[in-house]
């Protein structure tokens, strides 16, 4: 009789969390959903040269076919300076100033570590430098390239290293204390324009990150690949999981961004043009697209910037023109 006792416990116990569960997905979870977040895009005319692809006519595919108005942007370190000392920023001039000419907004990211494989970018001259020596040549860089774009009316923040602290790229090791010493440097060249540091959405706890900058980037990825366990996803995380990490830091989501919304497949152990459209629809299709969107609005950051966008011109060369034809869409309605 009492183990039938506990039995009906356990059974209202279980009917109390589903029924607390479905209440909190349709009271909380939508209620902080933002429909007017506004979406951007990430951009890197090397990766997009990488799909022989003109990058010139990839990015105005994003700023006069699909109407974007924010981008983000890497300053590589090894495209900036080449050469030790001899600084060239002809080539991001010209897509800072042709965003510019749209009244388009650009993160300018910067730093021993930028989007795009290998991560860290480094020139081939600062390999072999010593620790001290190769911390002076990152301030140099640093430095030239807050100068030469603080005053462009375009640049509207900046993003110092990108996911520091996560182990992915090929990358050296950075403490806190050297990417606090680096955003310092920014600040004290540039008092105007805030500081974002970003972190990965899924496997970081953003204790340090969160806090060092005076805005936070969050990246998104749904699906993910790896030659362990082949394709994994997160659908079964809530949006709620983001919000909760933020709080734990003490950061609200209305300080952050998405700084990478996964808008493109996630590519195997080949370049992303070597495989079939069968294999990249596995891990991003119209359907997931719309979905990663949806998703991103629960969260309630004001923006997000999609991670693709080169990629959606590759679909447009090719005639894949599904993903092309809903990204035209979007900011007619954002």
Not at 9 to 31: E, Q
Not at 211 to 220: I, V, W
């Given at each position: 009789?009492?183990?039938?006792?506990?039995?009906?416990?356990?059974?209202?116990?279980?009917?109390?969390?589903v029924i607390f569960g479905v209440w909190g997905k349709y009271n909380y979870f939508d209620s902080t959903r933002n429909p007017g977040m506004k979406l951007g895009v990430s951009f890197d005319p090397?990766?997009?040269?990488?799909?022989?692809?003109?990058?010139?006519?990839?990015?105005?595919?994003?700023?006069?076919?699909?109407?974007?108005?924010?981008?983000?942007?890497?300053?590589?370190?090894?495209?900036?300076?080449?050469?030790?000392?001899?600084?060239?920023?002809?080539?991001?001039?010209?897509?800072?100033?042709?965003?510019?000419?749209?009244?388009?907004?650009?993160?300018?990211?910067?730093?021993?570590?930028?989007?795009?494989?290998?991560?860290?970018?480094?020139?081939?001259?600062?390999?072999?430098?010593?620790?001290?020596?190769?911390?002076?040549?990152?301030?140099?860089?640093?430095?030239?390239?807050?100068?030469?774009?603080?005053?462009?009316?375009?640049?509207?923040?900046?993003?110092?290293?990108?996911?520091?602290?996560?182990?992915?790229?090929?990358?050296?090791?950075?403490?806190?204390?050297?990417?606090?010493?680096?955003?310092?440097?920014?600040?004290?060249?540039?008092?105007?324009?805030?500081?974002?540091?970003?972190?990965?959405?899924?496997?970081?706890?953003?204790?340090?990150?969160?806090?060092?900058?005076?805005?936070?980037?969050?990246?998104?990825?749904?699906?993910?690949?790896?030659?362990?366990?082949?394709?994994?996803?997160?659908?079964?995380?809530?949006?709620?999981?983001?919000?909760?990490?933020?709080?734990?830091?003490?950061?609200?989501?209305?300080?952050?961004?998405?700084?990478?919304?996964?808008?493109?497949?996630?590519?195997?152990?080949?370049?992303?043009?070597?495989?079939?459209?069968?294999?990249?629809?596995?891990?991003?299709?119209?359907?997931?697209?719309?979905?990663?969107?949806?998703?991103?609005?629960?969260?309630?950051?004001?923006?997000?910037?999609?991670?693709?966008?080169?990629?959606?011109?590759?679909?447009?060369?090719k005639g894949y023109n599904e993903i092309p034809d809903f990204v035209a869409t979007l900011n007619i309605r954002n």
């Amino acid at each position: 009789m009492k183990r039938f006792r506990y039995k009906k416990i356990a059974a209202l116990l279980v009917c109390l969390l589903v029924i607390f569960g479905v209440w909190g997905k349709y009271n909380y979870f939508d209620s902080t959903r933002n429909p007017g977040m506004k979406l951007g895009v990430s951009f890197d005319p090397e990766y997009a040269g990488s799909l022989h692809l003109d990058p010139a006519v990839a990015f105005s595919n994003l700023l006069n076919d699909w109407k974007f108005k924010y981008f983000r942007l890497p300053l590589h370190w090894d495209k900036v300076e080449s050469a030790r000392g001899k600084f060239d920023f002809s080539e991001m001039d010209y897509y800072v100033n042709e965003a510019g000419k749209s009244g388009a907004k650009v993160i300018l990211a910067i730093g021993n570590k930028t989007p795009r494989w290998p991560e860290c970018h480094r020139p081939e001259w600062a390999v072999s430098l010593s620790p001290a020596e190769l911390n002076t040549a990152l301030e140099s860089y640093l430095l030239a390239s807050v100068e030469h774009y603080k005053n462009n009316p375009a640049v509207e923040i900046w993003q110092v290293e990108n996911e520091p602290f996560f182990a992915f790229g090929d990358c050296k090791h950075i403490t806190s204390a050297e990417l606090r010493r680096e955003i310092a440097l920014v600040k004290q060249a540039d008092s105007v324009h805030p500081v974002l540091v970003a972190d990965s959405g899924e496997l970081a706890l953003w204790n340090t990150t969160a806090r060092a900058g005076d805005l936070f980037g969050m990246t998104m990825y749904r699906v993910v690949w790896n030659k362990y366990l082949g394709y994994w996803n997160y659908d079964w995380l809530p949006a709620a999981f983001y919000r909760l990490k933020l709080w734990l830091v003490d950061r609200s989501p209305q300080s952050s961004f998405i700084v990478e919304l996964q808008a493109e497949p996630w590519a195997l152990d080949k370049p992303l043009e070597q495989m079939s459209i069968e294999d990249q629809k596995k891990s991003m299709d119209l359907m997931r697209l719309k979905n990663n969107i949806e998703y991103a609005r629960r969260v309630g950051a004001p923006r997000a910037y999609l991670w693709g966008g080169e990629w959606w011109s590759w679909l447009k060369e090719k005639g894949y023109n599904e993903i092309p034809d809903f990204v035209a869409t979007l900011n007619i309605r954002n």
